[in-house]
């Protein structure tokens, strides 16, 4: 059905922006006009109309930002997760701001600047302030009755947070707990106590994962002073999680992160995300060329060799690749450490030097064929030596980079080969040449 809609000339009929999802409506006004995008959400009831334009992309909303009417903008706004405003507000420039600001109520002001003011990537920048509040001495039934004045403005009620007075974190309380329990039990005696927090500071990676590791709806987040300022929800940490999976991606790739979704992305802008990396791979190749002329003389007596040059080298990197790839993703969810190294690094040798001998058992057929058992005998060396230097190299880059403190992603596919190719390079012909000339 989108793809019939996308297709269709004019607006977009009234019936089919009701009956959409909100996110399957904002998935079909990404592709049009930002006019033609706000003309639909116009129509739209406050609630809805919010709640759509919340899921758009966020070129998307700073170009209907720059062309809606600041009051009607600003009821939009006014209406939207707290924490999805202070994302927007983030992406508009001083001008826009300037125009929208008059049109907010103080308070949504205040709150935009208090989440707006920590940095990007933390979790103080995905939370919302919109969490539901608690004291101590409630009944259950007064608890349930608290919930239901707060729930038309809050992110979730499933899980109330229980405050003292300064807003230290005591504790939480389930819904269902409240629900169930006897209607003059005290929320005191139904809390959870030393619940899991994260600080503001923290990386929104770490609340991610905490909401994993507890299976929890939201996390709680605690400021400098030990005062709750917000939760982070799970569909957020599912978005950091996201956005994390994809920055690794790209870096895998060997190429920085764009910010911006493939679609949208500049041919200058994919030109400068990715020159870098690939002019300091040009370089590093140097190296492989440097070792083939280091054994000139070795290979102009023995043509057979080059024949299974890239093959070798090849194997060396895919193994490096492998390993590197293992490693960056257990580094990055928390199931290995740095203290795990040499633990790893003992059953990466031995998982390395099974493989190796499995694929020298296989290269020296082609070694008997092509150049006779003297060839054979040298790949099938070359084959084991460059698989276990490979996997050791891409297993041991990860946990360098992380203890220089650098994102382990950073060991990349495109650098583990450049690695690994001059090291086999060296190996290969450095094996022939013992057994041939020596």
């Given at each position: ?390 996997s050791v190299i891409g297993l041991s880059l990860p946990f360098l980079l992380t203890k220089m403190k650098l994102d382990p992603a950073t060991a990349s596919a495109p650098l583990i080969t450049s690695i690994a190719d001059a090291t086999g390079v060296l190996i290969y012909f450095a094996i022939a040449s013992a057994l041939l000339v020596g």
């Amino acid at each position: 059905m989108t793809r019939t809609l996308l297709g269709a000339a004019g607006a977009l009929p009234p019936e089919t922006a009701t009956a959409l999802h909100p996110a399957d409506l904002a998935a079909l006004l990404d592709r049009r006009a930002p006019g033609d995008a706000w003309e639909v959400l116009a129509r739209l009831p406050l609630a809805r109309r919010a709640e759509t334009f919340g899921y758009l992309a966020a070129a998307t909303q700073v170009a209907i930002a720059g062309i809606a009417p600041p009051r009607d903008l600003a009821a939009v706004i006014s209406a939207m997760d707290a924490d999805e405003r202070a994302d927007l507000w983030n992406q508009l420039d001083e001008e826009a701001r300037a125009a929208l600001a008059p049109a907010l109520a103080a308070a949504e002001r205040e709150d935009i600047r208090k989440l707006s003011s920590y940095e990007p990537g933390t979790a103080g920048a995905v939370m919302t302030s919109e969490y539901a509040v608690l004291r101590p001495d409630l009944t259950a039934r007064e608890a349930i009755e608290a919930l239901r004045g707060q729930a038309h403005s809050k992110e979730t009620i499933q899980v109330a947070y229980v405050l003292s007075p300064q807003r230290r974190l005591l504790g939480t309380v389930l819904l269902e707990d409240l629900v169930l329990a006897p209607a003059d039990r005290r929320v005191e005696a139904l809390m959870r106590k030393d619940p899991p927090f994260v600080h503001a500071g923290d990386p929104a990676e770490a609340a991610a994962r905490a909401i994993a590791k507890y299976d929890l709806p939201a996390i709680p987040v605690i400021n400098g002073g030990e005062m709750m300022v917000g939760i982070v929800t799970a569909d957020d940490a599912m978005d950091v999680a996201a956005e994390e999976a994809t920055e690794d991606f790209h870096k895998a790739g060997g190429s920085a992160s764009l910010g911006v979704s493939i679609r949208e992305a500049t041919i200058g802008l994919l030109y400068r995300k990715r020159i870098a990396w690939l002019v300091v791979l040009v370089f590093a190749n140097v190296f492989s060329g440097a070792g083939i002329a280091a054994f000139e003389d070795v290979i102009a007596a023995n043509v057979a060799l080059v024949f299974f040059l890239p093959l070798l080298i090849d194997s060396g990197g895919n193994a490096g690749s492998q390993s590197a790839t293992l490693m960056v993703r257990a580094l990055a969810t928390g199931e290995a450490r740095l203290g795990d190294w040499a633990r790893m690094l003992g059953r990466e040798v031995s998982v390395a030097g099974l493989l190796g001998l499995t694929m020298a058992g296989a290269v020296s057929i082609l070694g008997l064929v092509r150049g006779g058992p003297e060839i054979a005998v040298i790949v099938a060396m070359t084959m084991v030596c460059v698989v276990l230097v490979g996997s050791v190299i891409g297993l041991s880059l990860p946990f360098l980079l992380t203890k220089m403190k650098l994102d382990p992603a950073t060991a990349s596919a495109p650098l583990i080969t450049s690695i690994a190719d001059a090291t086999g390079v060296l190996i290969y012909f450095a094996i022939a040449s013992a057994l041939l000339v020596g």
